[in-house]
């Protein structure tokens, strides 16, 4: 997934040829046997699934990488969520592999925010959407044991603000008539600069709004 990132950051891909290769990284994750089930035990369905989730986290990170820290930042929270709700949950493997992407976040940020030397370009994009798909995948927030059937919607929760973002970025564009793929000025991001906040300031805000919309999630383990 980072590799197309790469290529596009190199050649700027055509989205179709983009999106191909994105759809072959994610055929490969669900055929690995990481997959979204859904308690449907249908494997062609859970197949479909998991690529739509993989395709869609991937892109909604994607599309967040519109100002300084915003990806990366999110990509923290998410990642440290992940890896505190699979620690609760006694599943260590995951805690761990979620650790080292928040680890990884954290020490890129303080170059890439408030003031950036050092950018994700869609190779980083594509790299932090790809661990947030695979690591809301990974966990079996739901086990027979615990019987709470809901707690499948805590990854929803914790990756509430890019998923919401990228709903309705693609709803607007839509209804305008303007293909999804070509970017604009109607993430939430840009409507918080619109509203008088400094790009620090809006970035710094989404943040929070991610800390508060992950912390929900952990009332459903």
Not at 25 to 34: E, K, M, N, Q, T
Not at 46 to 66: E, G, I, K, P, Q
Not at 202 to 208: G, K, N, P, Q
């Amino acid at each position: 997934m980072g590799g197309i990132g790469l290529l596009d950051d190199k050649i700027e891909l055509r989205p179709g040829f983009k999106f191909g290769g994105q759809f072959a990284a994610a055929w490969l994750v669900a055929l690995s046997g990481v997959r979204v089930t859904l308690f449907v035990h249908s494997y062609w369905f859970s197949m479909a699934v998991t690529v739509l989730w993989v395709l869609t986290v991937v892109n909604a990170f994607n599309f967040m990488d519109n100002m300084n820290g915003l990806c990366a930042g999110l990509g923290l929270i998410g990642a440290w969520y992940f890896s505190w709700s699979a620690a609760v949950q006694g599943q260590y493997l995951v805690t761990m592999l979620a650790a080292v992407a928040t680890g990884a976040l954290a020490g890129f940020l303080p170059f890439n925010y408030p003031r950036a030397t050092v950018f994700l370009g869609d190779s980083g994009s594509h790299l932090v959407g790809y661990w947030m798909a695979v690591l809301a995948i990974l966990p079996h927030f739901y086990t027979p044991q615990t019987g709470r059937t809901w707690a499948v919607l805590s990854p929803l929760f914790i990756l509430a603000v890019p998923l919401v973002d990228l709903l309705w970025v693609v709803a607007i564009r839509w209804r305008i008539g303007k293909p999804f793929y070509v970017g604009d000025t109607n993430h939430l991001s840009h409507r918080l600069e619109r509203l008088g906040l400094s790009r620090a300031m809006a970035v710094a805000l989404i943040w929070l709004t991610s800390v508060a919309c992950g912390a929900i999630s952990f009332l459903l383990l």
